[in-house]
């Protein structure tokens, strides 16, 4: 069995864990004797355009000239017996998706988040679950709220990108949603139900578990959705500081809200980004994995790797 693996890394300066569930994958599938290429492009590649390349980025979530020829060329090299696909944003775009169908490949679509109905990818702005552009023939409201990355103009080319591609994700031959919740979605959004087959988030084994640790723990990204200011203003309210320590790892808009926490409560501790190595061992340490996301998660990488090492007793709020 050939696999070509294609992906669009996210931003390394914050915490994903679509990009470790990859990583994961890649390692799992040639654990189990499957020849694996990949195709691999990262967002971090972006603050090393120049001007032309720069001006590109308007259309690339629609086409990218450079992906498609290059994914050609690695198919005809290659003869994968199928094209696996996780995020083809900003860079990669799913137009590779009929290049791959076109050269006579099989394409499957890993579905981490709600992109295929909603410009962030979330279902989730302005402090509150958002759903309004599913089922929408053209996502205005993705626009109109400056949904991606907070700007009008982005936000237009996702959502043209969702208008655009319509057809193209109808090509997809089978689609694996991390959870039930996602494969509903799914269903909403227009695809048939006989294509979609649920493929849970994956963790290695760690091994034996560790004993019970103490304090509390937040490993994820900094951001709003995730639920970290709620955190914080719980921890604050509940004087549970007074027994226990919280730890925090992780980057994102909400940083400078976490650093002055930790600054004026000592029962805090940010850690900023770790390697997932050591969040591993962070996770060994805790009582308590705290996951407060205010959105749909679609399958809490924490909770899994929580209960990957022992940890099945432990609350998770």
């Not at 509150?128 to 400056?146: F, T």
């Not at 996702?158 to 039930?180: E, K, N």
């Amino acid at each position: 069995m050939r696999v070509l693996l294609v992906h669009n890394r996210y931003r390394s300066a914050f915490p994903s864990g679509e990009n470790r569930s990859v990583d994961q994958l890649i390692e799992m599938l040639r654990n189990a004797g499957v020849e694996v290429e990949t195709y691999i492009r990262a967002s971090d590649e972006i603050e090393h355009f120049g001007f032309v390349r720069r001006a590109q980025l308007a259309v690339r979530p629609i086409y990218s000239l450079e992906d498609t020829k290059a994914l050609k060329a690695q198919i005809r090299s290659f003869g994968p017996d199928v094209v696996q696909l996780h995020n083809p944003y900003p860079l990669i775009s799913p137009a590779v998706i009929r290049v791959a169908k076109a050269e006579g490949v099989p394409v499957i679509q890993f579905v981490h988040n709600y992109r295929f109905a909603c410009a962030n990818g979330l279902y989730f702005r302005d402090g509150r679950v958002c759903q309004d552009c599913l089922g929408k023939r053209v996502p205005w409201p993705a626009v109109k709220h400056s949904c991606y990355r907070s700007s009008m103009p982005q936000s237009a080319i996702m959502a043209g990108s969702l208008i655009v591609h319509r057809s193209t994700w109808q090509m997809v031959d089978r689609f694996l949603p991390v959870s039930d919740f996602v494969a509903e979605q799914l269903v909403a959004a227009g695809v048939p139900p006989e294509k979609i087959a649920v493929q849970p988030n994956i963790v290695l084994d760690p091994g034996e578990p560790a004993t019970f640790g103490k304090g509390f723990l937040f490993a994820g990204r900094l951001e709003e959705e995730k639920g970290i200011k709620l955190l914080l203003e719980a921890w604050h309210l509940s004087g549970v500081g007074k027994a226990t320590t919280l730890t925090i790892v992780g980057d994102g808009a909400d940083r400078s809200a976490v650093e002055q926490a930790a600054r004026v409560d000592l029962s805090i501790s940010y850690l900023g980004s770790m390697p997932a190595d050591q969040v591993g061992q962070l996770l060994d340490d805790c009582a308590v994995c705290v996951v407060p996301s205010l959105f749909f998660e679609p399958f809490s990488r924490s909770v899994i790797e929580s209960y990957a090492r022992g940890q099945i007793g432990r609350a998770h709020v």
